[in-house]
């Protein structure tokens, strides 16, 4: 037994006298749903961009700013944030951040203060909400790993010539 599927929405697009069929909406609406997860998975983990990486195609990392990209990984929880305007340093987790490029908020948790010309600690609070612009704040990732750059190797032009 053969079961041929035919889908008829363009018909009805074009052919006036058509009929809808509404065992063909019913199938295109259920199957919309896995693909929507589908695709709101591919968007969300930046796949796309990962496959590239991995390939050695692109460089980009799929987010809309290295803030973004950074705030998003899953490696720099553990931070040391430089308020040099204020004279402040503040140690601690980033348990959420804002994502807009309009508001620039950070959420700390088990945050150490110190002042940071002299590194004498002010004290300690369990939660610290900070709004200060991006661009007047260090962020130190202490706890990443150095990469196999480490050292700063020779440029590939400087070893074919040496």
């Known amino acids: 037994m053969k079961n ?17 069929n509404f065992k063909e909406i019913v199938f295109v609406t259920i199957l919309s749903i ?13 796949v796309l961009f990962r496959v590239a990486h991995k390939l050695k195609i692109s460089k980009k990392f799929g987010d809309l700013d290295v803030w973004s990209y950074i705030m998003n990984s899953k490696t720099p929880e553990w931070v040391v944030i430089r308020d040099i305007e204020n004279d402040l340093m503040y140690e601690g987790w980033i348990e959420a951040f804002s994502d807009s490029t309009g508001v620039d908020e950070l959420f700390l948790r088990d945050v150490k203060v110190y002042k940071n010309s002299t590194a004498e600690e002010c004290y300690e609070i369990p939660g610290l909400y900070l709004p200060r612009k991006r661009e007047n704040l260090i962020i130190e990732f202490p706890l990443l790993k150095f990469s196999e750059y480490k050292g700063r190797p020779q440029r590939k032009e400087d070893k074919q010539n040496g």
């Open 34 to 46: 896995p693909i929507g997860f589908l695709f709101t998975f591919l968007l969300n983990y930046k």
């Open 4 to 20: 041929d599927v035919k889908f008829s929405f363009l018909k009805v697009l074009i052919d006036k006298n058509a009929t809808i």
